[in-house]
C-alpha cells in the first residue's frame, strides 16, 4: 500500500506560481510511477505531469513550459512547481501512483491523495 497526501493547494492570482508536494509512505517510494492530474468541476480528470524513476517525466501540453515535476526520493516527496498560472488552471489536484509506466489514464492509477485545490483568479 502507498498512502499519498497532497499539499500545496490555495487561492492565487493569475500570472502567480505556486508549489504543490505530494508526500508518500508506505512501500519504497521510487519504484512507483507518479502523476500529478486535475478535475475540474464537470470535467475529466487529466493528467498534468507525470514522473518515472530514473526521473523521465510527462506533461501534457497545456501545461508545457510553466509547470515543472519533480521528486525527493530521500524525502518521499513529489512536487509540482506552477508557473504562469491562469485561471483555466482552476481545479482539484491529485497525486497518484502506480506501479510500471506511466501512463495518463486515470483508472490505471492504484493509488491516490485526497486532492488539493488550487484556484486562479483573473
Known amino acids: 500500500q502507498v498512502q499519498l497526501v497532497e499539499s500545496g493547494g490555495r487561492l492565487v492570482q493569475a500570472g502567480d506560481s505556486l508549489r504543490l508536494s505530494c508526500a508518500a509512505s508506505?512501500?519504497?517510494?521510487?519504484?512507483?510511477?507518479m502523476g500529478w492530474f486535475r478535475q475540474a468541476p464537470g470535467k475529466e480528470r487529466d493528467l498534468v505531469a507525470g514522473i518515472k524513476s530514473g526521473f523521465s517525466t510527462y506533461y501534457a501540453d497545456f501545461v508545457k513550459g510553466r509547470f515543472t515535476i519533480s521528486r525527493d526520493s530521500a524525502k518521499n516527496t513529489m512536487y509540482l512547481q506552477m508557473n504562469s498560472l491562469k485561471p483555466e488552471d482552476t481545479a482539484v489536484y491529485y497525486c497518484?501512483?502506480?506501479?510500471?509506466?506511466?501512463?495518463?489514464?486515470?483508472?490505471?492509477?492504484?493509488?491516490w491523495g485526497q486532492g488539493t485545490q488550487v484556484t486562479v483568479s483573473s
Open positions: 497518484a501512483a502506480r506501479e510500471g509506466v506511466l501512463n495518463t489514464s486515470p483508472q490505471i492509477y492504484d493509488f
Open positions: 508506505g512501500r519504497t517510494f521510487s519504484r512507483y510511477a
